[in-house]
């Protein structure tokens, strides 16, 4: 239970990752602030955590069972804490999926939007209103560089952090772009088994053997430590009402975020793409260090760093 004066962090996907190590951290926070109830879907994968938490567990780091995606387990879970209080949501559980679009069924992708979107508006509802009756709280979404080019789903953050400021709750997008946890991993044997049916040869092609060996040199260049993220999203959650809306956490990937800015008919970051991967390949990686060296650096104030 917290103790008077802690605030209750409510993460969600923490069994592993990023989830896992922000659990630990703000578990372990030097000056006691937190008390942290940390969620997975299936307690049998509770044991890296447990260990990684230490003395924290049981202190100020608690165990629940929560499924993003079934409506009861989210309501039993917030149910289950007293005055069903959580000062801080962090919105972290979430699934990947990679391939050509005509290769994924209808299904599997329904899947991801079950877990990486309504997971999340399931968790909001349950917990958004009491915060509103309270004028308190922070809802943290562990979002992506990728969801950059989602506008409609950012469309939705957006108007929820507008209006929720009216009643002192604020909304964070934390935006990591390749962090090195079991999601890529779990992306690279997913592949692995898939023989992608329904895409022609030269695509199957192009995804394996071009996009693929690029996209694992991009996490081995630019790949975060989930260390790093937790860092940034403590320094989000420390920031309280003033805390920015969205938050890149990683430098080297920001000259990719701000071509798209930069000319405002998609011109110039579609055909920047095209080039560093079609034409580049293997020297990708010095290419995104010259993007950095060309805009100096300057990009990197708009980043919230892990340091
Ligand atoms: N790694 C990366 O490069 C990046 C990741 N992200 C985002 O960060 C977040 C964390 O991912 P990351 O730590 O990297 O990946 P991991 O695969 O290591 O962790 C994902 C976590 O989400 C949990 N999860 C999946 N489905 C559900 C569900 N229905 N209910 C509850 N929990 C669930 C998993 O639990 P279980 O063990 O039960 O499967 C696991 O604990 C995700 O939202 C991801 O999209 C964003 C940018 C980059
Ligand atoms: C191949 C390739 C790219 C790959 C980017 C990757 C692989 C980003 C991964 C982000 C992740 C994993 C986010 C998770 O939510 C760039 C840099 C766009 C440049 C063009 C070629």
Do not use: W
């Not at 909001?124 to 979404?141: A, C, F, Q």
């Not at 400021?165 to 990591?176: A, G, H, Q, R, Y």
């Not at 110039?268 to 095209?274: I, N, Q, T």
Request: a positive charge.
């Amino acid at each position: 239970m917290a103790n008077p004066g802690q605030k209750v962090v409510l993460i969600t996907g923490c069994s592993s990752g990023i989830g896992l190590r922000m659990a630990v951290m703000l578990a372990k926070d030097e000056k006691q602030r937190y008390h942290v109830i940390a969620t997975m879907r299936d307690l049998k994968r509770k044991d890296k955590l447990v260990e990684a938490a230490g003395d924290a567990y049981g202190k100020s780091l608690s165990l629940a069972v929560l499924d993003v995606c079934t409506d009861e387990s989210v309501k039993q879970c917030i149910d289950g804490i007293k005055n069903r209080h959580v000062d801080v949501l962090i919105n972290n559980a979430g699934i990947g999926l990679v391939g050509p679009v005509e290769s994924i069924s209808i299904a599997e992708m329904k899947s991801v939007f079950e877990t990486n979107f309504f997971g999340v508006i399931r968790m909001i509802k349950e917990v958004m209103p009491d915060m509103k009756k309270r004028k308190g709280g922070h809802i943290i979404v562990v979002s992506s560089v990728m969801g950059l080019q989602g506008v409609v789903f950012n469309d939705v953050y957006a108007c929820l952090a507008v209006q929720l400021l009216k009643f002192n709750v604020t909304m964070s997008m934390i935006e990591p772009g390749p962090v090195h946890t079991e999601f890529e991993s779990k992306m690279i044997q997913d592949v692995r088994q898939k023989e992608f049916p329904g895409a022609d040869a030269d695509t199957v092609n192009y995804f394996k053997n071009v996009y693929l060996p690029s996209s694992v040199d991009i996490f081995e260049t630019l790949g975060q430590t989930p260390d790093d993220i937790a860092r940034c999203t403590k320094k989000v959650i420390e920031q309280g009402s003033s805390a920015r809306f969205r938050n890149l956490t990683n430098p080297l990937y920001t000259p990719i975020v701000a071509l798209k800015y930069a000319e405002e008919t998609g011109g110039l970051s579609v055909h920047a793409f095209y080039h560093m991967l079609f034409n580049l390949g293997p020297l990708m990686h010095v290419s995104m260090k010259a993007m950095q060296y060309l805009t100096c650096g300057c990009l990197r104030s708009r980043t919230i760093s892990p340091n």
